[in-house]
Structures are given as C-alpha cells and as structure tokens.
Nanobody
Framework: QVQLVESGGGLVQAGGSLRLSCVASGRTLSTFTMGWFRQAPGKEREFVAAISWSGGSTYYADSVKGRFTISRDNGKNTISLQMNSLKAEDTAVYYC????????????????WGQGTQVTVSS
C-alpha cells in the first residue's frame, strides 16, 4: 500500500508562486507514475500534471502548461509541483496521486491518492 502526504499549500496573491510537495511511504516509488490533480469548489477533480517513473517524461494540462513544473526525487520518495504565475482560477485542493506503470497523460488513472492540500490565489 502507498501512503501519500502533500504539503506546501497556502494563500498567495495572483502572479505569485507556490511549491507543493508529496512524500510517499509504504513502497518505493521507482516504478510508479506520479501526478497532481486538483478540485475547485463545485467542480469535478481535474488532471494537472504527471511524471513517469524515471522522471524522463512529463505531461501537463493545457491550463497550467508553461506555468507549472512537476519533478520527482525517487531517492527521497517525493514529487513536487512548482507553480508560478498563479491565477485566481488555480484555486483548488491539490491532490498527489500514484499508479504503478501508469499512463503519463491526461488519461492517467491513479490507484493511490493523498488527502489534499488547499491552494488559494487571491486576485
């Protein structure tokens, strides 16, 4: 079983930056595709970004491309999401997710989820 714990959320002004982190325990992440999803109030959960087990392949939702960067450190069993040029519409609960050998793309369907961390962008 994989346990995922996110951190780094908070309140930031539009145009600012935040860095989210996710620490995994229970299993090594070296064979897992990892990613981030988000859910805004009243909306469905949506895909944000994914990264392959090696870190060599990444995929982003069009809404965050060029502003967000996903990365991973398998030695520390962590992934991160650097979020720059934040907009009010980025406000959401952000979830870390994982799936062994998962697809690195918008069709990424995780088996494991974190509890989420709130990101609020004020305009």
């Amino acid at each position: 079983q994989v346990q995922l714990v996110e951190s780094g959320g908070g309140l930031v002004q539009a145009g600012g930056s935040l860095r989210l982190s996710c620490v995994a325990s229970g299993r090594t992440l070296s064979t897992f595709t990892m990613g981030w999803f988000r859910q805004a109030p009243g909306k469905e959960r949506e895909f944000v970004a994914a990264i392959s087990w090696s870190g060599g392949s990444t995929y982003y939702a069009d809404s965050v491309k060029g502003r967000f960067t996903i990365s991973r450190d398998n030695g520390k069993n962590t992934i991160s999401l650097q979020m720059n040029s934040l907009k009010a519409e980025d406000t959401a609960v952000y979830y870390c997710a994982a799936k062994a050998w998962g697809v690195v793309g918008v069709t990424f369907r995780p088996d494991h989820w974190g509890q989420g961390t709130q990101v609020t962008v004020s305009s």
